[in-house]
């Protein structure tokens, strides 16, 4: 048995239950109880005690929509002519380098962003892949990858026709086995969902093919979703309708399911994926990145659907994600008054909830039943904080660096900000070897 207490506890509860000198037992993969430090030290007193120190005790966090296959892009120049737009991005850049990636490619990648999401206080990801000549084992391999680092993943490969269709095939076989292998497993530490890059990279056949073996299986679609204008004119175009209305046709809207990005949407979209059940990822930093625009989250908040929060492979730092996604839709909508309340509720709240679809455990709150997944992060606040501006304290006070100690269903990953899993300092000194061989190959 486990305490961590003599912190700040904010529970993320439904209570938003806030305790200023608190503690949370923890035994086995389960939190047992929350309580003040005195109450809790006093009925467990047998159980192992660290010390948060007077910093603040969190659930551990969630990002729905994470790349660690773009990990060694990272100091990469291509030499390619200026993007015109952002099919040039994908085509220049993230396209190219898919190509590129072997599947040793793949575990380095997987190493050193599932060690930067534990040490931002990560503790669930939700990745979307691609390695079309590697798609054999990819899924497998980041999953062992994760078991190795310790943390909790949702992982499927990005299906797309555009480099044939013997490697769509492969990966929708690569959806399909893992996703069955992922049902499998009894620890609720890995996942599996059905890739999908975006409509205007799937022909009819294509999708007929993955709807025909999702009738089989129990798991939700991660497709891109009108992410830049040209895949909503392509879908205008080429099929007579909107995007979210194509990817209703095909079944792959659902209360499983992670439609990401909808920039360019409408407002029956919205009430379709609304009716369907279906969660939304919005992804800020890399929508700015990209300069395909604004989501619509505001309004999709005001009708009540359930949009999450996640980083698109810009960053694994989720506070990160918070400070920008606060900023961007003032910005976009000329009102200071919004995003306050509305991203808060996507970041703790709302990916909570989707992470609860997927997994079989509550995740996301600190609570008795729930996982304990854990972070102890470094704050002192310089004016009096308390539930009702704990929001504030995050944004202005808070970054994903730190973290100082994170524990993923009961065991402690990171402790003073050392890695207990692994050698970190071996795994990124073979990571910049393994990056050097593939820009090599550019």
Not at 81 to 95: C, Q, R, S, T, V
Request: proline share 2%.
């Amino acid at each position: 048995m486990v305490i961590i207490g003599n912190g700040v506890v904010v529970t993320r509860d439904d209570n938003n239950t806030f305790i200023k000198n608190g503690a949370v037992a923890v035994d086995g993969s389960k939190i047992i109880e929350v309580g003040t430090v005195e109450e809790i030290k006093g009925k467990y007193k047998d159980a192992e005690f660290i010390d948060a120190k007077g910093n603040l005790i969190m659930p551990g966090l969630i990002n729905t929509h994470h790349h660690i296959y773009s990990a060694f892009a990272r100091g990469l120049n291509l030499n390619n002519p200026p993007a015109k737009g952002f099919i040039d991005i994908l085509e220049n850049m993230w396209w190219t380098i898919d190509k590129k990636l072997t599947l040793e490619d793949v575990k380095y990648s997987g190493y050193t962003t599932l060690i930067d999401c534990i040490k931002n206080g990560v503790t669930t990801v939700f990745d979307h892949h691609a390695s079309p000549y590697a798609i054999e084992n990819s899924l497998f391999t980041l999953a062992d990858v994760a078991k190795e680092v310790g943390i909790r993943g949702s992982f499927c490969y990005e299906t797309s026709d555009r480099d044939g269709e013997a490697i769509t095939d492969a990966g929708i076989k690569e959806n399909v086995e893992f996703i069955k292998y992922a049902n499998k497993e009894n620890s609720d530490m890995v996942k599996g969902m059905f890739g999908l890059h975006a409509q205007f990279t799937l022909s009819d056949k294509t999708l007929e093919k993955c709807a025909k073996e999702m009738e089989s299986l129990d798991a939700g679609y991660h497709v891109h979703t009108a992410e830049g204008i040209d895949d909503l004119h392509h879908c205008l175009k080429e099929h007579g309708k909107r995007v979210v209305e194509r990817l209703m046709d095909f079944d792959i809207l659902g209360e499983k399911t992670l439609s990401v990005h909808n920039l360019h949407i409408n407002s029956r979209e919205m009430d379709i994926l609304k009716e369907t059940k279906t969660n939304l990822v919005n992804n800020p930093e890399s929508n700015m990145g990209n300069a395909v625009g604004c989501a619509p989250v505001i309004e999709m908040m005001k009708r009540g659907l359930n949009v999450g929060l996640g980083t698109d492979g810009y960053t694994s730092d989720m506070f990160e994600s918070m400070k920008v996604g606060n900023l961007i839709h003032k910005h976009n909508l000329c009102d200071s008054n919004v995003a306050w309340g509305e991203v808060p509720k996507m970041f703790f709240e709302n990916n909570r909830d989707i992470a609860s679809r997927h997994f079989n455990a509550e995740i996301g709150a600190l609570k008795p039943g729930a996982v304990a997944d854990i972070i102890v992060v470094e704050y002192d606040p310089l004016t009096p904080m308390d539930a009702s501006n704990i929001n504030s304290h995050l944004l202005f006070g808070v970054n994903g660096k730190s973290t100082l100690t994170t524990m993923v269903n009961g065991k402690v990953v990171m402790k003073d900000r050392i890695l207990l899993t692994l050698d970190e300092k071996e795994i990124f000194e073979k990571s910049r070897e393994v990056s050097s061989k593939l820009w090599s190959r550019f």
